[in-house]
């Protein structure tokens, strides 16, 4: 018989508080991490962990069987390891209505300089589900990953293993070595309905999408497979393989086992295409799955190269939206929002209201000359929509339905820190010019800095940077990374401690090897975006080099895309010595990666070239496109850095200039036959 050992009054009163923490933490812990539903925030979980960690130091011979030492910290705590996509996940444009469509598809005909082209499209619906990218090499399924910020996803491959219309193994001997296949995984709606009722209120998904991203991110992989998932296919990534059709790959792809949309259809004329999206739109509500738009895809391949990408979208498809869902709300307030830039936007505290399945309790009011057109005042009942992920808009003011306050008046001073606000040069926006004793403006800048597309530090968010600036750890971005030496205080918060402060660290840490173009975004430079921050990066491969440039706007000047608003802002920002200072600081913290140079092969690859005159075999967007593809910068003005002018018809004075300066010129032909 096992001896019975006597605690003492302080030990058994540990003990207790051990039992009731352990049974808290492992709800906690499951809401989170099995059931993506956290139910108190992490700082609250992280007290609980402590005081659990503190009387099993003190206790050791105490700590349970049952204690989340055995779990947290390890395999629970440990999310999902990453996956490289082999090539990005991209996303689609929108259309909103038939003259975006019309413009989407002239704008197809303009790039390719054609306009008689019979274009064929395939039109499939736009399911709202959660985007997979599964890897087969050999023909066995080696990794599933979500689509995470695109470039990398979370490996969910036991997960989607779980799923019935997923092949593990293929057999058929046309299936590439290498393929990625992508698609969308979703929950039809009477699974989603019934999967509702088992759970308990605070459990339940707002909505199938969220439910199936629900199902998939469980570490647990039972939960995954006792949910009906269901898996449609709508496309490629990586292929080992040609071809020259979408239609033959969709063909193909059937024959392996990985179903397009039933309702896939081809088409070439506009009419069926518009016919075939109010025909869908109609039969929405009778379809299984939610659906949100249609999507029209160009079918030939060898054309969807050619027409590349702009920033993230493919020029060769687009999502055509059905109408969004509206409501009415009453306006409780009208804020202000004081950007990173200093650029005052308005917004709309709404009584929260469900629209399709989504609670809404913001919405943005643009500007305010968009409330004096709409008269949008406090208190009014207004007509709200919401469209996909879009943010909410306000339609109307229903006057039938508000009791009417008195007209909005726009501020004059800036909320925060009372400078008189400045309209801008297009006269709409109102802009606090305090950029760099702002506060809020400050703080804005470095929520930015440590966001996903930036910096991308997890764990450090809104909540801890001004956590962290009220309390003076940190003032410019550069302190970040010295956050180290407020390790005592940090850890004495309020629901923080080691284990956080340590994974804050490390998240840190991993953040400093950072590519340049997300170093330059995350400067939070005004009109310097994700695009802007990849051309730059093209051109630069330093830190000291961009610093060095933009000293002399000669240089910015040459860069094409880069307008005059962009380069005035560029070069005031580094006019400022505090600013250079503070980049070379944060620089001198981080080890910054140069943008890979695919192209070394190509003999335009780091050349600059400047196109002239009419060309005649494509059109000058598309030139500009392939020679960047090959790795070329491409500039405006003639200089001694120039190396190849290529010229079509009518070309003046450029290739004068160009003879003058010995600078190599290439015909239209000449430069065909070279690429
Ligand atoms: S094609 C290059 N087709 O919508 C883009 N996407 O913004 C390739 N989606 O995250 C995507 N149904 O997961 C495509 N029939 C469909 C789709 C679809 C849903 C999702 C997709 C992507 C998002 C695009």
Known sequence: MKKKIQLSNSEKKALNELKSLSIQIKKYNDAYHKYDKPIISDHKFDELIKKNNELEKKFPYLRLKTSPNEYVGSKVLNKFSKINHKLPMLSLGNAFNENDLIEFIKRIKKFLKNEKIILEFSCEPKIDGLSINLTYKEGVLISAATRGDGLIGENVTENIKTIKNIPQKINTNNFPSLIEIRG?????????????????????FSNPRNAAAGSIRQLDINITKARPLKFVTHGVGFISKEYLSLKKLYNDMSLWGFAPSKYLKFSTKLKEMLRYHSDLNLKRSLINYDIDGIVFKLNDIELQKRLGFVGKNPRWAIAYKFESVKAFTKINSIDLQIGRTGAITPVARLEPVNIGGVVVSNATLHNFDEINNKDIRENDIVEIQRAGDVIPQILRVSKKLSKRNKAYKHPVNCPICDSILIKDEDGVIYRCLNYY????????????????????????????????????????????????????????????????????????????????????YALGIRFVGETTSQILSKYFDSIESLIKSAKNIKELEDIDGLG???????????DNKDNIDEIRKIASNCQVIKRKEKFTKSIFNNKTVIFTGKLNEMSREEAKKRALDLGAKIASSISKNTDYLIYGENAGSKLNKAKELKISTLSEKKWLSMI
């Open 184 to 204: 969308e995984i979703f929950l039809e709606k009477k699974d989603f309905i019934l999967l509702n009722s088992k759970l308990d209120d605070k459990e339940k």
């Open 564 to 574: 005059p608003k962009v380069i005035k802002s560029i070069s005031e920002f580094i």
């Open 437 to 520: 004793k702002c506060k809020a403006q400050i703080i804005e800048r470095l929520i930015h800095f440590v966001s996903k597309k930036a910096f991308n530090i997890d764990g450090m968010g809104e909540q801890q940077i001004k956590l962290f600036w009220n309390r003076k750890f940190i003032k410019n971005a550069s302190d970040i990374f010295n956050i180290d030496k407020f390790k005592n205080e940090i850890i004495e918060l309020e629901g923080w401690g080691k284990l956080s402060y340590n994974n804050l660290i490390n998240n840190i840490e991993k953040s400093k090897s950072i590519n340049i173009e997300k170093f330059i």
